[in-house]
């Protein structure tokens, strides 16, 4: 952990004072996270996704900003979770309605691209749909597939994605969120205080939290 910087939080004068019992000491205006707490959050959300993927549920994964969002697709594609990796969409969750009525939409225009339907309409009209579609995929493309609110959203970055987790909240949806020094930890249902910041960071906590995942799947493939 400590070689991918898990341990370093944010400047001493940008920090949650919620978060006192998760870091263990200053060094160069910096504060340190407390790995063992880490270690331990980390545990306790792996046990949680490990069960909740071996019973066959579904998870979400959100990371917008650029240093999560490569880490955030790769993960949830090894691990077959949806995610949100470019910008959240007020309502995509409360107003689920909606989202999906556009996902539908999304996986037509999908169809009638790979149909080469696309391709036989007048040049104005093609290149309208065209366009829809790529915005649908930019924005969607981590959710195409997805036919109802997950089980569980794991969240990177507590400040970044405060909007979907406020959704999580509304809904009932358990969260897991890694958390920095700035952070409330008292908002998700399991916090991992971490190092929000560098790539090294995020894409350890959710290797970690990608291969509990994989192998509940397997249990699940085993024990359906």
Not at 61 to 73: E, H, L, P, Q, Y
Request: hydrophobic share 40%; glycine share 6%.
């Amino acid at each position: 952990m400590m070689e991918a910087g898990v341990h370093f939080g944010h400047g001493t004068s940008k920090w949650n004072p919620r978060m006192e019992p998760y870091i263990s000491s200053k060094r160069k205006g910096i504060h340190i996270i407390n790995l063992i707490r880490t270690a331990r959050f980390l545990s306790e959300a792996c046990d949680l996704v490990f069960d909740t993927a071996s019973r066959g549920k579904q998870f979400l994964i959100v990371g917008t900003k650029n240093k999560a969002a490569d880490s955030v697709a790769r993960a949830a594609i090894r691990a077959r979770c949806h995610y949100v990796n470019k910008k959240w969409l007020g309502g995509m969750l409360t107003n689920w309605y909606t989202t999906e009525t556009i996902l539908h939409k999304f996986r037509d225009l999908r169809t009638e691209q790979k149909m080469g339907r696309l391709n036989r309409l007048p040049k104005r009209d093609s290149a309208m749909l065209k366009r829809q579609l790529s915005h649908l995929q930019t924005y969607l493309g981590g959710i195409k597939y997805m036919t109802g609110l997950p089980d569980i959203v794991i969240i990177v970055d507590q400040q970044e994605e405060y909007m979907a987790l406020r959704e999580c909240m509304i809904l009932g949806i358990p969260t897991i969120c890694l958390i920095d020094t700035n952070c409330d930890p008292d908002l998700a249902d399991i916090s991992i205080p971490a190092n929000d910041d560098a790539i090294a960071s995020i894409r350890l906590i959710l290797n970690k939290l990608v291969f509990a995942i994989c192998e509940g799947r397997s249990s699940y493939i085993r024990n359906p």
